[in-house]
């Protein structure tokens, strides 16, 4: 069975810094994309950041750029979401995705979800 698990989420101050993880279970990373999104409450999901398969292509979305980083570490099947210098409105549930090869800014062409890591920015 194809799994994502996301972790790491949690409750920081502002300007502080989390490292959101996402492992794969019942297949390997390697041949696939992943991507990071968000929901915050009342607002619909949205990119944050996807890395390719090969880890050579990244992309973020415009509010994350200069904070946000990811990479992931294929012979743990891992990837990661450094988050820096949080704002108040990172604060979301965010959901890792798997879709093969390449990355996608469409929702609908990841089939394979996590469950979600909650990430909230108060002081």
């Known amino acids: 069975q194809l799994q994502l698990v996301e972790s790491g989420g949690g409750l920081v101050q502002p300007g502080e810094s989390l490292r959101l993880s996402c492992a794969a279970s019942?297949?390997?990373?390697?041949?696939?994309?992943i991507g990071w999104f968000r929901q915050a409450p009342g607002k619909e999901r949205e990119g944050v950041s996807c890395?390719?398969?090969?880890?050579?292509?990244?992309n973020y979305a415009d509010p994350v750029k200069g904070r946000f980083t990811i990479s992931r570490d294929n012979a743990k099947n891992t990837v990661y979401l450094q988050m820096n210098s949080l704002k108040p409105e990172d604060t979301a549930i965010y959901y890792c995705?798997?879709?093969?090869?390449?990355?996608?800014?469409?929702?609908?062409?990841?089939?394979?979800w996590g469950q979600g890591t909650q990430v909230t920015v108060s002081s």
């Open positions: 995705a798997a879709r093969r090869i390449y990355c996608s800014g469409f929702e609908d062409e990841y089939g394979t």
């Open positions: 019942g297949f390997t990373l390697n041949y696939y994309a």
């Open positions: 890395i390719g398969f090969g880890g050579g292509g990244t």
